[in-house]
């Protein structure tokens, strides 16, 4: 193996989404760029010129951007690169490593047919024509495939693959319109970005012995040869839409972390021992290709809920705050321009149980909630005169606490209990109802230290001036 500069690259196509198994190759590509010392590049080959739009094109930008695994140098666009892809088909034909093939679409059909008739694949009697006999008319351009023998990829994740040639047709480089197709560009691109390692899903294995042929026609160095098993549902079949998400954006839109994405990613095909948990430093120590396995991996997603439950809880609630902000906004929720600190000051107290960022808004709810606060029937019933007369007693106590914080909170309404000699039950639920209007809260004190002495305050005076 040759000791060029590792250089590694995913090659998208844009389809409108960036499916989950593309954020997975590109995160395999980017820690093994960055476990070498290499760098990660981005092609876009955009050559089917219907989907590739440029928001088909962003979603991809987006996507990388999200996940945080932005390439080291600007993409590179496939199809502006036509031309360079036309000079080396015509290298190759000056070489003589490929021919111009005449055959019209019915002498085409007919060899098809005869070809399926013998058990074997296709060859064109221009192969082995001379130039002279060229005739005037449209042809395509392929190369002389090696017709014996066979070709080997020594494959990094799934081993040696031998293909033997003798199945393999005269592969076209340049259709009757001289447009390149899909495998000249990805070996002339490949070539020129400098790629010395190809990881990409495993549907291109047989691509792989295809561009071998065009390195070995052109004297290039092929890139050392990587493919990734498939992603699967939890029911071990292809993942598809009935398992749930499957884009990149899905994932973001369900609440879940770009970090937390990455660890789980990693852990689908790869890992180190049974760590569950591990920060991009020790995947970026801990990878090689290698060990990447070749079986299937497969979505699970109480995984994915409880890695991501880790990340939440290990964010900076600035961060979050923000976050749960534009969830909540896009629910239709005003944000006042205070929020942001009740909210920085909430996240922490309730997140512990939050597996995404929808649940941690859903537990955010309560302290956003605009005065007076409409209770909920069932709240307004518990709101008996004898609670109302105890909640009083305990708002006065309330007011003469000197720190607001959870452990003397706690401490204040289990020493209330106590002298009022009852069960903290027994005013707790109407306690919580007052203060967050039925909405999910965390324990009592958690609540109060949430809203801060005065939004509790002015909660608790509405619920008990209200009706009486
Ligand atoms: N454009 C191909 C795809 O989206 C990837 C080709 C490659 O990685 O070589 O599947």
Not at 180 to 195: E, K
Not at 400 to 412: F, G, K, P, Q, S
Not at 449 to 467: K, Q, T, Y
């Amino acid at each position: 193996m040759s000791d060029r500069p590792v250089r590694t690259r995913i090659a998208p196509s844009p389809t409108g989404d960036m499916h989950i198994g593309t954020a997975r190759t590109a995160l395999f590509n980017w820690l093994y760029a960055l476990h070498t010392g290499g760098k990660f590049l981005l092609r876009i080959e955009d050559t089917d010129r219907e989907r590739s739009t440029p928001n088909a094109v962003q979603v991809i930008f987006d996507g990388l951007k999200w996940l945080g695994l932005e390439p080291d140098e600007e993409p590179v666009f496939q199809f502006t690169r036509a031309d360079r892809h036309r000079e080396v088909a015509m290298a190759l034909l000056e070489k003589g490593a490929a021919y111009r093939d005449y055959m019209t679409p019915e002498e085409l059909e007919a060899e098809r047919e005869k070809a399926r008739a013998e058990g074997r694949v296709i060859r064109s009697p221009w192969r082995d024509a001379s130039p002279n006999d060229a005739p005037d008319r449209p042809f395509v351009v392929r190369l002389k495939t090696p017709q014996t023998g066979e070709t080997v990829i020594d494959d990094q994740v799934k081993g040696r693959i031998v293909f033997q040639n003798a199945n393999l047709d005269d592969l076209i480089l340049l259709r009757t319109d001289g447009t390149p197709t899909y495998n000249l560009a990805v070996v002339v691109d490949d070539h020129d970005m400098g790629i010395t390692h190809v990881i990409r899903g495993d549907d291109h294995i047989s691509n792989a012995a295809r561009q071998t042929h065009i390195y070995q026609a052109m004297g290039w160095e092929a890139p050392v040869w990587a493919h990734l098993p498939m992603i699967h549902g939890p029911d071990g079949k292809k993942l598809s839409k009935r398992h749930g998400a499957q884009a990149v954006s899905e994932f973001d839109a369900m609440g879940y972390l770009p970090e937390a994405m990455r660890n789980y990613l990693a852990k689908l095909g790869w890992g180190h021992g049974d760590d569950e948990i591990f920060s991009d430093e020790q995947a970026i120590a801990w990878f090689d290709i290698k060990d990447v396995v070749s079986a299937p991996a497969r979505l699970d997603w109480d995984k994915l809920n409880h890695v991501n439950n880790h990340y939440i809880r290990q964010a900076d609630p600035e961060r979050l705050a923000d976050l749960v902000e534009g969830i909540l906004k896009s629910r239709d929720w005003q944000i006042a321009s205070t929020d942001h600190e009740v909210l920085v000051r909430t996240i922490p107290l309730v997140r512990d149980g939050a597996k995404t960022l929808l649940e941690l808004a859903d537990a955010c709810v309560f302290v956003i909630r605009k005065r007076p606060l409409e209770l909920p029937e069932k709240a307004r019933g518990l709101l008996t005169d004898e609670t109302r007369a105890r909640l009083s007693r305990l708002v006065e106590r309330l007011q003469a606490a000197t720190d607001w914080n959870v452990i003397e909170l706690e401490a204040l309404i289990r020493r209330f209990a106590e002298d009022e000699g009852v069960g903290i039950g027994k005013f707790g639920p109407a306690l919580r109802a007052a203060l967050s209007g039925g909405s999910p809260a965390p324990d009592l004190a958690g609540t109060l230290v949430a809203l801060g002495r005065e939004e509790s305050f002015a909660r608790l005076d509405d619920a008990l001036s209200s009706g009486a």
